[in-house]
C-alpha cells in the first residue's frame, strides 16, 4: 500500500533541534499507540484508512510496527506485516511516516532498518512495498537500503500515479555460504503466523 505522501505544502518547515540520541523507539505496545499511528498517516499519507486496516496490522503483528518519540510525542512509524506468499515467506512495509520537522534525520531509516531485522530473525526471505514513482525521498531512502525496483504498477494510487514494487532479498546461507549469516539458522520459531498471505 503505501499511498502517495501528501504535498509539501507552500510553508516553511520549521527543523527541531534535537540529538539522535533523544530519539526513543519502541514496538507497538498496545490501543494507546493506535491514535497516535493513525493521527501521522492521516496527516502524511494522502488516501485515509480505516481503523480496521490499522487494526489488521497492529493486532496481528505488533512486533513489527515501530513508533518514533521525542520528549513524548510521537514523531514517526512503520506498519508491517508478514505471511506466506506464492512460495516465499516474506514481509511488507505497509505505511512509514515520519514528521516534517523531524526528517532528513535517520529516523526512517532505523524505523524501516528495526521492522526488517524481525522480519530476518522470523525467517522472511524478502521484503516489499509499493512506492509512487514521483515519491523521491521514500525512492531514496529504501534504494539506500538495498530494495530494487522489481515492478511498475500503472496507475495504482487513486490519483492516477504509477508505483514501483521495492523488494528487499534477503541473501540466503545455503544458497551463497560466502555471504555474511544474516539470518538466524534457528528455524524453531520460524513462520510464527501464517494465516494471512501478504497482499
Ligand atoms: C520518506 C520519509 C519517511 C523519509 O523519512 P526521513 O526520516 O527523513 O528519512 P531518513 O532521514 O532516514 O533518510 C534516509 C535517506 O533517504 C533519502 N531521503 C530521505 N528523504 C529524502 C528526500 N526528501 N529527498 C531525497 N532523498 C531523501 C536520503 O538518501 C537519506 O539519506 P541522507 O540523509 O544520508 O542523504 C519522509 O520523508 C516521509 O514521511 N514522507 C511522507 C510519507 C512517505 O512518503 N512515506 C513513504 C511512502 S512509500
Known sequence: METSAKGEGVGKVEKV????????????????????????????????????????????????????????KCVGTVVCKMGEHRSTFRGYIAMLVVIKPYRGRGIATELVSRSIKVMMES??????????????????LYGRLGFIRAKRLFHYYL?????????????????????????????????????????
Open 17 to 72: 533541534e534535537f540529538d539522535a540520541s533523544e530519539i526513543e523507539y519502541v514496538s507497538y505496545g498496545g490501543e494507546h499507540h493506535l491514535p497516535l499511528i493513525m493521527n501521522l498517516v492521516d496527516q502524511e499519507l494522502s488516501e485515509p484508512y480505516s481503523i480496521f486496516t490499522y487494526r489488521y496490522f497492529v493486532y496481528l503483528w505488533p512486533q513489527l510496527s515501530f513508533l518514533a518519540f521525542h520528549e513524548g
Open 159 to 199: 490519483n492516477g500515479v504509477d508505483a514501483f514494487r521495492l523488494k528487499l532479498l534477503f541473501p540466503q546461507p545455503e544458497l551463497h555460504p560466502s555471504l555474511p549469516m544474516m539470518v538466524d539458522k534457528d528455524d524453531s520459531h520460524k513462520h510464527g503466523d501464517h494465516r494471512h498471505s501478504v497482499e
Open 123 to 140: 525467517g522472511c526471505e524478502e521484503v516489499t512495498l509499493e512506492a509512487e514513482v514521483t515519491n523521491k525521498g521514500a525512492l531514496a
